[in-house]
């Protein structure tokens, strides 16, 4: 069945960086766009952008470009995402989750989400 | 930067119809899916491209999209359908774009 495994949780310090994974299988790991979304502890979701696995093509959201790099590899079936310079309202839960064929579309399934949590 | 507009909350009689409405200018001219998300658990989708269901979703949910509102409905609601629900709208020039939720009570 398509899976997405992503990392443990994770502590930082303002001003640091945290890369989180997100692993794919049951599926053409190419074959579909990855995004990213982060949900604020007891907020709403919110979109952070997405990876076509095939070329490498990224997309992010306006919020984030400049400090947001999404990255992928194929050999393993991996996405990656990585945030700088973190302050403390990025403390979020993050997703990733497979999109469609294309750039836009719905979101099945969905990774069981990593916990960044940013403190000094 | 376009908007999607939820009603923060909606409550229903348990074995009642639950309608939860997600409004943006022209949604209906978009596709709009729907999430399910539980306490503590990543969003399911239950509806794609406006009023399809994926395969295990209940036939109980069902969705509509027209004008500037799109409609998720839940006929016979049980108490496990308690949870927050999202919607998302999307076109080729429209980046993704969510609702604020939207938390159904079964009371």
């Known amino acids: 069945q398509v899976q997405l495994v992503q990392s443990g949780a994770e502590v930082k310090k303002p001003g640091a960086s945290v890369k989180v994974s997100c692993k794919a299988s049951?599926?053409?790991?190419?074959?579909?766009?990855m995004h990213w979304v982060r949900q604020a502890p007891g907020q709403g979701l919110e979109w952070m952008g997405w990876i076509n696995p095939n070329s490498g093509g990224t997309n992010y959201a306006q919020k984030f470009q400049g400090r947001v790099t999404m990255t992928r590899d194929t050999s393993i079936n991996t996405a990656y995402m990585e945030l700088n310079r973190l302050r403390s309202d990025d403390t979020a839960l993050y997703y990733c989750?497979?999109?469609?064929?294309?750039?836009?579309?719905?979101?099945?399934?969905w990774g069981q989400g990593t916990l960044v949590t940013v403190s000094s | 930067s376009y908007e999607l507009t939820q009603p923060p909350s909606v409550s229903v009689s348990p074995g009642q119809t639950a309608s939860i409405t997600c409004f943006g200018d022209?949604?209906?001219?978009?596709?709009a899916c729907w999430y399910q998300q539980k306490p503590g658990q990543s969003p399911v989708l239950v509806i794609y491209?406006?009023?399809k269901r994926p395969s295990g979703i209940p036939e109980r949910f069902s969705g509509s999209n027209s004008g500037n509102t799109a409609t998720l409905t839940i006929s016979g609601t049980q108490a496990m359908d308690e949870a927050d629900y999202y919607c998302q709208a999307w076109d080729s020039s429209t980046p993704v774009v969510f609702g604020g939720g939207t938390k159904l009570t079964v009371l």
């Open positions: 491209q406006d009023t």
């Open positions: 049951g599926y053409t790991f190419t074959g579909y766009y």
């Open positions: 989750a497979r999109g469609g064929v294309g750039a836009t579309g719905w979101f099945d399934p």
């Open positions: 022209k949604l209906g001219d978009k596709f």
